[in-house]
């Protein structure tokens, strides 16, 4: 068959597939957003100078928790420097 013949049936099942995961993938888009902007924000606070580690691991617990996240791994350094 010619490669126009699978794109033209290729396109409907994308579409289907695309609305079958809709969801699932807006949750992953959502997670990376979020890791992404706690990442900028552990920068932006290790440049201002408070030391907490800058990795996936921290960025992903303020991107997922939120302040919370920040504050537990504020905690978790304060409480590693008794």
Request: glycine residues 8%.
């Amino acid at each position: 068959m010619e490669p126009a013949v699978y794109i033209i049936l290729a396109f409907p099942i994308a579409i289907i597939a695309l609305a079958i995961f809709r969801r699932p993938l807006k949750l992953i888009l959502k997670l990376c957003l979020n890791t992404v902007l706690g990442f900028i924000l552990l920068v932006i606070l290790d440049l201002i100078g408070v030391p907490i580690g800058v990795n996936p691991i921290n960025a992903v617990l303020v991107g997922v928790l939120g302040l919370p996240g920040l504050g537990a791994i504020l905690i978790i350094r304060w409480l590693m420097l008794l």
